[in-house]
C-alpha cells in the first residue's frame, strides 16, 4: 500500500468542500509525514486493496491530528491528486480490481519512492447555484457555454454544453476545473484567468464568489481553515456582471418576436441604410470654440465678447427641440453622438447645441430607455470646445411639476457638473418669481444663466392688451436685473410676426445691457423673417435647425439663413458646404423615425389661431392618436384654442401647456364644449393637471385665474397664490438615495438620484428595463425599433475597441407555452434565446409574480418544489415563523416570515413546481 499524498480540503461551506488544495499549503513536513504514515498503516490493518480516501482533521493550534473516516471510493477531488503525481488514479483502480500489482508494467508504482509530487495544484468546482442569494441552486437552459483552456488547466466536465437542460433533480456541478504550476501564487493566478474566461449564461454560476476566493490575500497565503468562508464576508461582495451579449440578444429577440411598443406598424420602406458621417481630420488641433472662451474668460467677461460681436451667433437645436417637434422626442442617443465630434471638429463656430433639457429627459427613460445624463457625459466628451445648452423648467426642472427648492437646485449643480454650459431657464407661466430659485442656483455654477421670457399673444394688436411691448420691456429688465447673464426670447410656437421680432428686439436692445437669444418655431412657415429682422433689430443669438430637421413646428432652416445673410453685415461666416455635409447625415437618420412624424405636413397660418407650441404639437397628435383621436385633430386643435381662453388666455409652455393639452383631449373624448364647464349642469372629473393648476401649484398666470372657472374646478378647495417651492419640504438626498438603491437593488450615482426625483415611476421602470436588457441605446436604431431581418448581420460595438456581431438565423414555431426560439450566432457562434410571443396565447397558466417592494407578498426565493405547508388562511404568524418548506437540487430552503400578520392566501400546494419570485403567500 502507497499513499499519494495529501489534499486540503478546508475550504468548505455548511460541511461541503469548495476548493480541494494539493499539496497542503503550510503544513509542516514532519505532521504530512506523520499523517500519510497514519493513513497507509490505517488500510494495511484492514487488507485495503484499492484507491480510498483517509479524512483526517488537523488542530492548526496544537498540530494534533484526528482520524475522522474512510472513503472506500474515488472522489470528486481525484483530479488533483492526478495533477500533482502524473497517475491516472480511475485506470489504475480498474487494473487494480483486475488483479495487476503496483509494481506490474500496467500500473508501474514498484515503491513509495516512485511518487513525486510534480506541481502544486487546487480545484474549484463550478456549480448552478446562486452565490448572491445563499447559493440558492438555479436550473435552466444553459444558453451558452464556453470553457476556458490553456497552460495549467484541466477540465472535468458533464453535461455542460450550449442548450444544456440543467433540472432541479439532481447536483448542480458542472464542471470541475484544476489549475496547476511550480509555486501556489502561479496556480492561483491560472485558476484566476479561467474563471474569468468561462462565458455561462443562462442559469447562474457561482464563479464570481470563486474568483473572490482564489484572489483573497489569506488564500494566497495559504491561510485557511474550515472557519475561513464563513468569517470572510467579503467574499460574497460582487461586482455586477452585465452580460452584455446576452442582454442585446433576448432585446432583439424580443423586438424581432413581438415588435416594439412605440411601433404600431412597420413602415412600408424601412429606412437601414448607414447615414454618411462626414470625416474629420484629427491629426488637427482641435479649433478653439465658445466653451474654450467661456472656460477661459468666465461669464462675465464671456457676455461682453458676444455683445461685441458683429456676426449673428447661431445656436443649433437639431439635438433637441428639432426633433421633439417634428418626431416626438424619439431621436436616440446613438445618432446623436456619431454626429458630435464632426460639429467640434468641423463647426466650431456655432455659438451652442442646444441638446438637452425639455422634454427629452423624460423620453430618453420613459420611452427611448436611455440614461439623460450618460447622453450628455458621451457628448461632452465628443465636443470638449462647444458651449452646451439646455431648457430648465425653473423650478418644474426637466418635470411637469413644482419640485422642492433643494431638488432644482441640486439637479441644476449636478447638470453643470457633468457638462451643461448654459441653462435656458424659464417659467411656464412668465411668472418671475417662480425663476428666482433657479437663476440663483445656476448663478452659483460656472455656466451661464439664461432667463427666457415666453412670447405669446401679439404686441402689435392693439386688441390683444393682456402681453403688451411694455409687459415684457418690464420682465426682461426684472430678469436682468436679478443677474441673468444672457435674456432668451422663447416663441415657443412661432407666433412672433416679423415685424413684431423687429420691434420686440429693438425695445430690448435700447433697455438692456445683455445679450439676447432668440428662439422660435416655424409651424407658420414665416419664421426666417422673423429671425432675420431680429437680427437687423440687433438681436445677439438666434435657434435655427439643420435643414432636414427644420421648419413646420421645429426651427427654421439654418442653412438657409446662413445663406440669406450672406454678405450682410450680420453675415455668420458659417461654411455653406460644410453645414450641407451635416444635413446630408441628418436627412438619413430622419428616416429611421418615419412612424414618429407629425401629421402636419405643411406650414400653417392656424397656429395664430390655436397657439399650440412646437414641441407640443407632434406630442400632442401622438397622444391623440392613441386614443383614437387622430381622425378628430383639426377639432382637438380649435379646442385648444377654446381651452385657452377659458384659462383667461394663458402663457403656454410645459407643463403649462400639458394642462391646456390634458385638458382639450378629455373634452374631445368625452363629447364637452369648454363653455359648457362654467355654464352647465354636468359634473365634470377634471384632469389631476388642471385642478393642480388652478391650486396654484404651477404657480400664478399673468392677471390670475378666472374665478368662476377656478371655482367650478376646485369645487370649494382652497388654492394657492405663494410659489409652490416654498410650501414643499426638502427632500433628504440621503436616505432618497438609500430608498432607491434598495428598491432596485444596486448603488445609484447621483445622477441617477436626480432622474429619480424628477420621475420616480419612469426612473424605475426605466432601472428594471436596464437591469433585464443592459444599455440598448448601443443597439442601432433601425435594429432597435424593428429587429434583426433574418440572415442578417449586425455590428455592435459594447465599449471602446470591443464589437460584437450579431447574426438572425431562425425562429422556431410557437409551442404550447406561447414561446418560441429565437437562434442567433454571436461572433459565429449559435446562441439561442426564448421569447413569449405575445400574438399568440398559451395553454400554460403561469403564476403570478410577487411584487418587489410588496411586503404582503412572499415570493419563491427559488425555483423548485414545494415540500411542505406549514401555514394556512387566517392563521397568525410572527416574523421568523416557518411558512413553508421548498426543495431543489437535494438543497431543502425554509421561507420564514418577514414580519408579523395574518396569511390572507395560500396559492401553492405540497409538491407543487414553481419558479423564482412566483406568488407563494399573501398576507392579509
Known amino acids: 500500500i502507497v499513499h499519494l499524498f495529501e489534499r486540503d480540503c478546508s475550504l468548505q461551506r455548511r460541511h461541503q468542500k469548495v476548493v480541494e488544495i494539493a499539496p497542503a499549503q503550510n503544513l509542516e513536513r514532519s505532521i504530512r509525514q506523520r499523517i500519510c504514515d497514519a493513513a497507509v498503516k490505517i488500510c494495511k490493518s484492514v487488507n485495503y486493496d484499492n484507491a480510498g480516501t483517509v479524512e483526517f482533521l488537523l488542530d492548526t493550534e496544537t498540530n494534533k491530528y ?40 500496467e500500473i508501474r508504482i514498484p515503491s513509495q519512492e516512485a511518487i513525486q509530487i510534480n506541481s502544486i495544484a487546487f480545484q474549484c468546482r463550478i456549480t448552478t447555484e446562486d452565490p448572491s442569494n445563499k447559493f440558492i441552486p438555479d436550473y435552466g437552459r444553459i444558453q451558452h457555454y464556453r470553457s476556458a483552456g490553456g497552460m495549467g488547466i484541466r477540465l472535468d466536465a458533464g453535461t455542460a454544453f450550449s442548450g444544456a437542460l440543467v433540472t432541479p433533480y439532481y447536483d448542480s456541478m458542472l464542471v470541475k476545473v484544476t489549475a496547476f504550476g511550480t509555486c501556489f501564487e502561479e496556480t492561483a493566478r491560472r485558476m484566476d484567468r479561467a474563471l474569468h474566461e468561462f462565458r455561462i449564461r443562462g442559469v447562474k454560476t457561482n464563479i464570481p464568489f470563486l474568483i473572490n476566493l482564489v484572489n483573497h490575500k489569506d488564500f494566497l497565503k495559504g491561510k485557511c481553515t474550515t472557519r475561513f468562508i464563513d468569517e470572510n464576508h467579503n467574499l460574497y461582495q460582487f461586482p455586477r456582471r452585465r452580460d452584455r451579449a446576452t442582454c442585446i440578444i433576448r432585446y432583439m429577440g424580443d423586438v424581432t418576436v413581438n415588435g416594439h411598443p412605440l411601433i404600431k406598424e412597420t413602415p412600408k420602406s424601412l429606412c437601414r441604410r448607414k447615414a454618411p458621417v462626414p470625416l474629420v481630420d484629427r491629426k488637427i488641433p482641435r479649433p478653439k470654440g465658445t466653451r474654450d472662451l467661456l472656460m477661459e474668460m468666465g461669464p462675465k467677461k464671456f457676455v461682453q465678447h458676444v455683445l461685441k460681436e458683429k456676426k449673428l451667433l447661431l445656436t443649433d437645436t437639431t439635438f433637441r427641440d428639432a426633433h421633439q417637434s417634428l418626431l416626438a422626442t424619439r431621436m436616440r442617443t446613438t445618432d446623436m453622438l456619431k454626429i458630435t465630434e464632426v460639429y467640434s471638429r468641423n463647426h466650431a463656430d456655432f455659438f451652442s447645441l442646444e441638446m438637452w433639457g425639455g422634454a427629452t429627459f423624460d423620453t430618453a427613460m420613459r420611452f427611448l430607455m436611455e440614461c439623460p445624463w450618460e447622453r450628455l457625459r458621451s457628448m461632452r466628451k465628443l465636443a470638449p470646445n462647444i458651449l452646451f445648452q439646455m431648457l430648465l423648467r425653473a423650478s418644474n426642472g426637466v418635470g411637469y411639476t413644482n419640485y ?74 426684472e430678469l436682468e436685473g436679478h443677474g441673468a447673464h444672457i435674456l432668451a426670447i422663447k416663441d415657443m410656437a412661432g407666433l412672433l410676426k416679423p415685424y413684431a421680432a423687429y420691434t420686440l428686439v429693438s425695445a430690448l436692445k435700447s433697455e438692456m445691457k445683455i445679450p439676447i437669444h432668440l428662439h422660435s418655431h416655424d409651424t407658420s412657415g414665416g419664421q426666417i423673417a422673423s429671425l432675420i429682422k431680429a437680427a437687423e433689430a440687433g438681436v445677439d443669438i438666434v435657434d435655427a435647425a439643420l435643414g432636414p430637421l427644420s421648419g413646420l413646428t421645429a426651427q427654421p432652416n439654418l442653412n438657409t439663413l446662413v445663406e440669406m445673410l450672406r454678405f450682410h453685415e450680420r453675415d455668420t461666416g458659417m ?36 397657439e399650440i407650441p412646437g414641441g407640443q404639437f407632434t406630442n400632442l397628435f401622438q397622444q391623440a392618436h392613441s386614443m383614437g383621436l387622430a381622425h378628430r385633430w383639426h377639432e382637438i386643435t380649435d379646442v385648444y384654442a377654446d381651452v385657452n381662453h377659458l384659462f383667461g388666455d394663458i402663457v403656454k409652455v410645459t407643463p403649462s401647456s400639458k394642462v391646456v393639452g390634458d385638458l382639450t383631449l378629455y373634452l374631445v373624448t368625452n363629447n364637452i364644449k369648454a363653455q359648457d364647464i362654467v355654464a352647465g349642469n354636468r359634473d365634470i372629473s377634471f384632469p389631476n393637471s388642471v385642478v393642480e393648476f388652478f391650486e396654484g401649484r404651477l404657480g400664478q398666470p399673468t392677471g390670475g385665474f378666472p374665478k368662476d372657472v377656478q371655482d367650478k374646478i376646485l369645487r370649494g378647495a382652497p388654492a394657492y397664490i405663494e410659489r409652490p417651492g416654498a410650501n414643499l419640504l426638502p427632500v433628504d438626498l440621503e436616505k432618497a438615495k438609500i430608498k432607491v438603491e434598495e428598491r432596485i437593488s444596486r448603488p445609484i450615482t447621483n445622477e441617477e438620484l436626480m432622474s429619480y426625483l424628477m420621475y420616480p415611476d419612469v426612473f424605475i421602470q426605466y432601472a428594471e428595463h436596464r437591469k433585464k436588457y443592459d444599455d440598448v441605446s448601443i443597439i442601432p436604431t433601425d435594429v432597435f425599433f424593428y429587429g434583426l431581418p433574418m440572415n442578417e448581420e449586425v455590428a455592435i460595438d459594447i465599449e471602446e475597441g470591443k464589437t460584437l456581431i450579431f447574426k438572425l438565423v431562425a425562429i422556431s414555431p ?3 407555452e406561447g414561446n418560441c426560439t429565437v437562434f442567433f450566432e454571436l461572433n459565429g457562434q449559435p446562441r439561442e434565446v426564448v421569447i413569449a410571443n405575445h400574438k399568440v396565447g398559451s395553454s400554460v397558466i403561469k403564476r403570478p409574480q410577487a411584487e418587489e417592494g410588496n411586503i404582503k407578498h412572499v415570493g419563491a426565493p427559488m425555483p423548485g418544489m414545494i415540500v411542505k405547508v406549514k401555514v394556512t388562511a387566517g392563521n397568525k404568524v410572527v416574523k421568523n415563523d416557518p411558512l413553508l418548506i421548498m426543495e431543489a437540487m437535494k438543497m431543502e430552503a425554509t421561507v420564514y416570515a418577514e414580519h408579523d400578520g395574518e396569511i390572507g392566501q395560500v396559492l401553492v400546494k405540497t409538491k407543487e413546481c414553481v419558479e423564482a419570485r412566483d406568488l407563494l403567500l399573501v398576507y392579509k
Open 404 to 477: 422642492p427648492d433643494n431638488v432644482v437646485k441640486a439637479f441644476i449643480k449636478q447638470a453643470a457638473e457633468s457638462g451643461i454650459d448654459i441653462f435656458r431657464v424659464f417659467d411656464s407661466l412668465n411668472w418671475v418669481t417662480n425663476m428666482k430659485i433657479a437663476m440663483d442656483a445656476v448663478l452659483e455654477t460656472h455656466a451661464l444663466c439664461e432667463a427666457a421670457i415666453c412670447y405669446t399673444g401679439d404686441i402689435l394688436d392693439p386688441k390683444r392688451n393682456k402681453y403688451t411691448l411694455d409687459y415684457y420691456v418690464k420682465m426682461a429688465k
Open 575 to 610: 461654411d455653406f458646404r460644410a453645414l450641407g455635409l451635416l444635413s446630408d447625415y441628418w436627412e438619413v437618420v430622419r428616416e429611421y423615425y418615419a412612424p414618429f412624424e407629425s401629421i402636419q405636413k405643411s406650414s400653417t397660418a392656424e397656429v395664430y389661431h390655436h
Open 66 to 105: 484526528y482520524f475522522i473516516e474512510i472513503n472506500p471510493r474515488i472522489q470528486v477531488e481525484h483530479t488533483v491528486t492526478e495533477t500533482i503525481t502524473g497517475f491516472d488514479l480511475v485506470k489504475r483502480q480498474i487494473l487494480i480490481s483486475e488483479g495487476f500489482p503496483l509494481n506490474s508494467p
Open 814 to 816: 410557437v409551442n404550447v
